[in-house]
Each structure stands twice: as C-alpha cells, then as structure tokens.
C-alpha cells in the first residue's frame, strides 16, 4: 500500500526513521512533525531528493552533500524540530544523519500549510 507524504500521520510512533529514505527524506520532518508531538524522527540521507525530484542545488563552497543536509535542516526547523547532526561510526561516505527530537513552536499542522510549505520549496530548489 502506497502513502501519500502529505497526509499520512503515525500518532502511536515515538520515531519516524528514515535510513536512506531516497524520496521520502525531504518528507520525514513532515510526517513526523504532524504525527504527534511525541513523535521525532531520525534520517539518513544518501541520495538527494526534494518535493518533486532529484535535488540538484549544489553550494560548491561546501558541496553537494552539505548543501543537501542543509536543506533537510531547514525542512526539519519549519516543520518544528531543534535539528542535531550526528556523524555515524559506519562505513560509507554518507555516514551524517539529522535527528528531530526537541520541538520547536512552529510545527506544519494541517493540509494547507504543508501544500503551502512543499510548494514553496519546489520552487526554491527549481530556482536555486
């Protein structure tokens, strides 16, 4: 059975995890956020991903890596998360996770607002 990002929630999840989510990293904030307040979420990003594609943005000052996570923070931020990055002990060369625990006062909560949100950030990363 498929999901749509936009709307499916996890009220009884104390974590949403994603360990290289692909399409579904951009979303993981989202879902979590709108899931409960109780619900945090942990990702691990490997391929770069936005709302409607392949992320192609890329900061060559830092590369496209820390461009990427940089953009998930700030995903992670508006949909009412205090971001930790962590570097994991494992062999790869996509070894940062981003982790949402502490809560912040302006969680995405319903339809509008995340349409609002995504849609701003299609455009933000088709523009940029």
């Not at 609002?116 to 523009?127: A, C, E, H, K, P």
Request: net charge neutral; hydrophobic share 35%; proline share 5%.
């Amino acid at each position: 059975k498929s999901v749509d990002p936009r709307t499916v929630i996890f009220p009884e999840a104390d974590w949403i995890i994603g360990n290289h989510p692909d399409e579904l990293t951009p979303w993981l904030a989202i879902i979590a956020g709108n899931s409960s307040l109780n619900t945090k979420f942990f990702a691990l990003p490997c391929c770069f991903y936005d709302f409607n594609g392949r992320f192609t943005k890329n900061d060559t000052r830092i590369g496209q890596y820390r461009t990427y996570l940089n953009y998930i923070k700030e995903i992670g931020n508006q949909s009412g998360f205090e971001i930790e990055i962590d570097m994991l002990r494992i062999p790869s060369t996509k070894n940062i996770a981003l982790i949402g625990r502490k809560r912040l006062d302006n969680n995405l909560q319903d339809d509008e607002t995340i349409n609002q949100f995504t849609t701003q950030r299609q455009m933000f990363s088709i523009n940029h």
